[in-house]
Nanobody, 126 residues
Framework: QVQLVESGGGLVQPGGSLRLSCTAS????????IGWFRQAPGKEIEAVSC?????????WYTDSVKGRFTISRDNVANTASLQMNNLKPEDAAIYYC??????????????????RGRGTQVTVES
């Protein structure tokens, strides 16, 4: 099973940026669809963005982050990233990196990404 470790979370002011990273081991990430999910206190986990194996040619973003967040992968380094710009207070949550063995069209839904890291906290406030 793939093990995932997120990093890069923190406290940022509204309008600021953060870059989340996810390191995968021991298996090659190129065979897996990658997803970023988040969960705010008292809310259900939601999909933020996903991209497809092997090269990320298919991507999906939830409407609220389109134009602000960018997902990427580096199959050589076996890492995934989520660049988050113009952060808003409503973006505050624990962010999780997740993977699923790629089979068929990309579906960015929590139930399709059973393997997740422990998460990294993103706080957006003045």
């Amino acid at each position: 099973q793939v093990q995932l470790v997120e990093s890069g979370g923190g406290l940022v002011q509204p309008g600021g940026s953060l870059r989340l990273s996810c390191t995968a081991s021991p298996y090659a990430l190129e065979f897996y669809d990658i997803g970023w999910f988040r969960q705010a206190p008292g809310k259900e986990i939601e999909a933020v963005s996903c991209n497809s194996a092997p090269d990320g040619s298919t991507t999906w973003y939830t409407d609220s982050v389109k134009g602000r967040f960018t997902i990427s992968r580096d199959n050589v380094a076996n890492t995934a990233s989520l660049q988050m710009n113009n952060l808003k207070p409503e973006d505050a949550a624990i962010y999780y990196c997740a993977t699923t063995w790629s089979k068929g069209p990309l579906e960015c839904a929590p139930r399709r990404f059973p393997t997740r890291g422990r998460g990294t906290q993103v706080t957006v406030e003045s």
